[in-house]
């Protein structure tokens, strides 16, 4: 059983994965309608509006900037360009080195 789950969450679809992600999402928006965390919110209408438009927006953005981001990686690669391709090193040191280059980049 349990190595069904996990292959399945290995290899889960990007539609699931949203649709977990809604889900929760609304459950969330749920729970925060009947109980809220702050009562003093004047219009919960207005506020959920305001966090909605936030939501779209980081979506909107970030799916621009992973589509750049996985476009420029495709480019580099099969081009043969960047860092990485400068020394030969072992594979697990290449990714290593990869990753802090990307997180100390992207920061």
């Not at 069904?4 to 649709?19: E, H, K, Q, T, W």
């Not at 009947?34 to 966090?51: D, F, G, V």
């Not at 990686?73 to 080195?97: A, D, K, P, R």
């Amino acid at each position: 059983m349990l190595e069904i789950l996990a292959d399945f969450r290995g290899n889960i679809p990007s539609y699931i994965r949203s649709l977990i992600l809604v889900i929760g999402l609304v459950n969330l928006w749920i729970i925060e309608g009947i109980i809220p965390r702050r009562a003093l919110i004047p219009s919960r209408t207005k506020h959920a509006i305001t966090n909605l438009f936030f939501t779209c927006t980081i979506l909107l953005i970030n799916l621009i900037l992973g589509y750049r981001l996985l476009w420029s990686s495709y480019l580099t690669l099969s081009h043969e360009y960047g860092l990485s391709h400068l020394f030969v090193l072992h594979w697990l040191i290449e990714f290593l080195m990869v990753l802090f280059l990307l997180d100390f980049i992207g920061a």
